[in-house]
T-cell receptor, first 114, second 113 residues
Framework: AQRVTQPEKLLSVFKGAPVELKCNYSYSGSPELFWYVQYSRQRLQLLLRHISRESIKGFTADLNKGETSFHLKKPFAQEEDSAMYYCALSGQDAGGTSYGKLTFGQGTILTVHP | DTGVSQDPRHKITKRGQNVTFRCDPISEHNRLYWYRQTLGQGPEFLTYFQNEAQLEKSRLLSDRFSAERPKGSFSTLEIQRTEQGDSAMYLC???????????FGPGTRLLVL
């Protein structure tokens, strides 16, 4: 079974402060981890994925297999970062092909105050 | 707009009625997924297709639910004899066969009275 846990339903920070959204997962195989974001009145969209090791909108996330975590971080939060953030997991077969389905956490609502 | 589209965006129905939702994926994407999202929860996987083949179904998908993708392009999700517990946002997503990122549609919000 695969499970994703986002322990904080709500997170509030002030503009310019660092922000970290926590994500822990449970999966016996080789996982692929994603962060999705949903801005107000918009569709769910991909923010970043661990295999890309990229920084999007100043956000980064590192997969820590020892701690089974994939926390999302940004050093200086902006008001436009206010949104719902979902961590998601997909399993992979031995050849690296995704099994398909995503398992999502419950989401964290980030509010950045001016 | 070349993104994933869903129709209708909203549906209100009475308990016991049948409803059908449509999803049009990004044209070159072979995989198509359905998820359900209830208030305060993340999306939950329902089923997915690779081309026209339905490869996996969740236990959440009761016998009242059926999904099709007859020509490997658009997909429909039908709910028969709707119940109040079916009220939710139904999300569709698509991805390339070997790609991992899924691209989501705007969703269809269902309210069963």
């Amino acid at each position: 079974a695969q499970r994703v846990t986002q322990p904080e339903k709500l997170l509030s920070v002030f503009k310019g402060a660092p922000v970290e959204l926590k994500c822990n997962y449970s999966y016996s195989g080789s996982p692929e981890l994603f962060w999705y974001v949903q801005y107000s009145r918009q569709r769910l969209q991909l923010l970043l994925r661990h295999i890309s090791r990229e920084s999007i909108k100043g956000f980064t996330a590192d997969l820590n297999k020892g701690e089974t975590s994939f926390h999302l971080k940004k050093p200086f939060a902006q008001e436009e970062d206010s949104a719902m953030y979902y961590c998601a997991l997909s399993g992979q077969d031995a050849g690296g092909t995704s099994y398909g389905k995503l398992t999502f956490g419950q989401g964290t609502i980030l509010t950045v105050h001016p | 707009d070349t993104g994933v589209s869903q129709d209708p965006r909203h549906k209100i129905t009475k308990r016991g009625q049948n409803v059908t939702f449509r999803c049009d994926p990004i044209s070159e994407h072979n995989r198509l997924y359905w998820y359900r999202q209830t208030l305060g929860q993340g999306p939950e996987f329902l089923t997915y297709f690779q081309n026209e083949a339905q490869l996996e179904k969740s236990r959440l998908l009761s016998d009242r639910f059926s999904a099709e993708r007859p020509k490997g392009s658009f997909s429909t999700l039908e709910i028969q004899r709707t119940e109040q517990g079916d009220s939710a946002m139904y999300l569709c997503a698509s991805s390339p066969t070997r790609g991992r990122a899924q691209y989501f549609g705007p969703g269809t919000r269902l309210l069963v009275l």
